[in-house]
C-alpha cells in the first residue's frame, strides 16, 4: 500500500487539513462552521466505531463537500496485527460509511500513525492510500492550547504539508479557535486548503 506523509509533487501554496477520530457530537459542527467560513475543505479520518453511532454528523460532512477516510473501526493499535484482522478493521469501517455516504473511502490513516507492520510487505491487499502526516497539531496533548497549536502548524509550512488535528476524543474548542486564527493568516499569505482526492489517486487494477 501507498503510504504518504506529504505530497512532494506540490510547489504551488497548498496544503492540506485532516482531522481524526470523529465525527463527534460536540465538536465536528463547531469545526465545520469555521471550515465553510472560510469556504475550507478538509479530509475527516473517521473511525467506524463513531461513524455507527454519529451517522447524521457523517452525513453532515459529506453535505458540506468535505472528505470522509478510514480511520479503522476501533482505533486499535494495528501495527503487530494479523492481516485479517487489519482488513477487517478497515472493511467493517468502509461498510459503515459507505452505507451512510454512498462513498467507499480512497485514504486510511493507521490509528496513533502506527503503521501496520505487514503493509510493507503488501498486506492485506487493499485499494487504499495510507495517509500520515507531516504536521502534527498534537492537539491532544495536555498542552495543547491554541498557541502551543500554533506554533506546531503554521512556523516553516511547506506547500504540500499534510496538517493533523482532531475533531474527536474530547473537547477540542483549542484546536477551533487555532483554525479561526490559522485560516484566515494562510489565506492572506496566498495560501490554500484543497482535499487530498483531488492530488492523489488510486491506480486503477491491471
Ligand atoms: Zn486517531
Excluded at 87 to 98: G, L, Y
Aim: glycine share 6%; charged share 30%.
Amino acid at each position: 500500500m501507498r503510504i504518504i506523509k506529504r505530497l512532494h509533487d506540490v510547489k504551488e501554496k497548498l496544503i492540506f487539513l485532516t482531522f481524526d477520530d470523529g465525527p463527534d457530537p460536540i465538536n465536528t459542527r463547531p469545526l465545520l462552521d469555521v471550515l465553510n467560513l472560510h469556504d475550507v475543505r478538509a479530509t475527516f479520518f473517521c473511525t467506524g466505531i463513531r461513524a455507527e453511532k454519529f451517522p447524521d454528523y457523517l452525513l453532515l460532512l459529506k453535505e458540506n463537500d468535505h472528505d470522509i477516510a478510514n480511520h479503522g473501526y476501533t482505533h486499535r493499535d494495528l501495527r503487530f496485527c494479523q492481516s485479517k484482522v487489519i482488513a477487517d478493521e478497515i472493511s467493517r469501517t468502509d461498510r459503515v460509511i459507505a452505507e451512510v455516504t454512498g462513498e467507499i473511502p480512497l485514504f486510511f490513516r493507521p490509528p496513533f500513525l502506527r503503521v501496520p507492520i505487514l503493509f510493507f510487505l503488501g498486506k492485506p491487499n487493499l485499494r487504499k492510500i495510507t495517509v500520515l502526516c507531516s504536521r502534527n497539531g498534537r492537539d491532544y496533548q495536555r498542552d495543547a492550547t491554541a498557541d502551543n497549536i500554533y506554533s506546531r502548524i503554521l512556523p516553516g509550512i511547506t506547500p504540500g504539508d499534510i496538517i493533523l488535528l482532531h475533531d474527536g476524543g474530547e473537547d477540542r474548542s483549542e484546536t477551533i479557535k487555532t483554525l479561526s486564527r490559522i485560516i484566515p493568516e494562510l489565506e492572506a499569505d496566498g495560501w490554500k486548503f484543497s482535499l487530498l482526492r483531488e492530488h492523489l489517486s488510486i491506480p486503477s487494477p491491471e
